[in-house]
């Protein structure tokens, strides 16, 4: 019974020192998992609203509303790093030609480590086109 105690209480230095050795390994790859959830929802952000100004321009929106309608779209991203273009514009759309509405977004990586790992804004981009109709 001694024995057994005196292995136990020689243990406990071990387990601090493996634990001290894992638990950052362990939290980046959570905040890992995490950031990849970030960039997921904004590509996906940007992905829908280049689709839903491109629909608005294939119907003859006019550019402002489509400008519009894509800042709705993508209201949780902060709009001081989002850019869109547009091509062509509402007075060069004829029937049957494609509109294209280009979304692009720069997204802030929050851990200083990951920002060396990729570029620091991470860079999204999505556009879709449709024919005017």
Do not use: C, K
């Amino acid at each position: 019974m001694n024995t057994l105690r005196r292995i136990l209480e020689e243990s406990r230095g071990q387990t601090l020192v493996e634990m001290a050795l894992v638990l950052p390994l362990l939290l980046m790859l959570l905040w890992g998992v995490v950031e990849f959830g970030r960039i997921s929802h904004a590509y996906l952000t940007i992905t829908h609203a280049a689709r839903e100004g491109a629909r608005m321009g294939a119907v003859g929106a006019e550019d402002d509303h489509i400008e519009e309608a894509i800042r709705q779209r993508a209201a949780s991203l902060s709009e001081d790093n989002l850019s869109l273009e547009i091509n062509p514009s509402s007075e060069n759309r004829f029937t049957g030609d494609p509109m294209e509405v280009e979304v692009s977004y720069e997204l802030p990586m929050t851990l200083p480590l990951w920002g060396t790992a990729l570029s620091n804004p991470f860079p999204l981009e999505s556009s879709a086109v449709m024919r005017v109709e």
